[in-house]
Nanobody, 125 residues
Framework: SRLVESGGGLVQPGGSLRLSCAASGFILDYYAVGWFRQTPGKEHEGVSCISSSGVSTNYSDSVKGRFTIFRENAKNTVHLQMNNLKAEDTAVYYC???????????????????WGQGIQVTVSS
């Protein structure tokens, strides 16, 4: 069972990227999914999360209004649409899955059961 992120890369400031988090070996419908990011020397920062039901989402203040998280259950995938990207969004992004959190989601890293390997997002001109 694992999570695999895709969609990262290099983009200019103001541009957009869509990150995807695909699950294999388990049904992502039963899991809340969180996106975290990390830059060298810093702790993981919670960016966004979505409950397993999809009714609850959260965003950090730094990305609110620019990022959107949504589920595509038919593809066992959760996406993070990132618009109006800024240089400070540059980081390695990780997705993680937490079982049975149906109506809420949080960014406590220790609650998550599965983690992806991480993907680089670089925002630079």
């Amino acid at each position: 069972s694992r999570l695999v992120e895709s969609g990262g890369g290099l983009v200019q400031p103001g541009g957009s990227l869509r990150l995807s988090c695909a699950a294999s070996g388990f049904i992502l419908d039963y899991y809340a999914v969180g996106w975290f990011r990390q830059t060298p020397g810093k702790e993981h920062e919670g960016v966004s999360c979505i409950s397993s039901s999809g009714v609850s989402t959260n965003y950090s203040d730094s990305v609110k209004g620019r990022f959107t998280i949504f589920r595509e259950n038919a593809k066992n995938t959760v996406h993070l649409q990132m618009n109006n990207l800024k240089a400070e969004d540059t980081a390695v992004y990780y997705c993680a899955a937490e079982r049975d959190r149906v109506y809420s989601c949080v960014w406590n890293r220790h609650d998550y059961d599965y983690w992806g390997q991480g993907i680089q997002v670089t925002v630079s001109s």
